[in-house]
C-alpha cells in the first residue's frame, strides 16, 4: 500500500528558507509525477510545484524564482526548496505522487497527509 510521508515544515520569519520532503514507499512500480500542493486558510487547494518524469517541472507564478522542487528517483522521494519566504505561503503543504504499483495496474494519484509551513514574525 502505497504511502507519501511529508517532513520539513514549521515556523519561519519572512525572507526565510525551509525544505520540505516526502518520501514514497510501499508497493511502487513507477512513478510518473511528484509535487506540491498547498491550501491556505479559506483557500482552495493550489498547485506549487510539479516534477514530471521525463524533466519537466512546473511552478504556481507566485513561487517562480523562490521554490525549487527536486527529486531523488533512487529513493522515490521530491523535495521543496523554499526560499524568501512570505507570510502568503503559510499554508499546509501536500505531497502529491502519481504512482502504479504493477506494470499492469493504471497510475493511481496519492495524497499525504500534509504539513503545516506558517510564514510570520
Known amino acids: 500500500q502505497v504511502q507519501l510521508v511529508e517532513s520539513g515544515g514549521g515556523l519561519v520569519q519572512p525572507g526565510g528558507s525551509l525544505r520540505l520532503s516526502c518520501a514514497a514507499s510501499?508497493?511502487?512500480?513507477?512513478?510518473?509525477?511528484m509535487g506540491w500542493y498547498r491550501q491556505g486558510p479559506g483557500k482552495e487547494r493550489e498547485l506549487v510545484a510539479v516534477?514530471?518524469?521525463?524533466?519537466?517541472?512546473k511552478y504556481a507564478d507566485s513561487v517562480k524564482g523562490r521554490f525549487t522542487i527536486s527529486r531523488d528517483n533512487a529513493k522515490n522521494e521530491v523535495h521543496l526548496q523554499m526560499n524568501s519566504l512570505k507570510p502568503e505561503d503559510s499554508a499546509v503543504y501536500y505531497c502529491?505522487?502519481?504512482?502504479?504499483?504493477?506494470?499492469?495496474?493504471?497510475?493511481?494519484?496519492?495524497w499525504g497527509t500534509g504539513t503545516l509551513v506558517t510564514v510570520s514574525s
Open positions: 510501499g508497493g511502487i512500480f513507477s512513478i510518473n509525477a
Open positions: 502529491n505522487a502519481v504512482i502504479r504499483s504493477s506494470r499492469n495496474s493504471p497510475y493511481m494519484t496519492y
Open positions: 516534477d514530471i518524469s521525463g524533466g519537466t517541472t
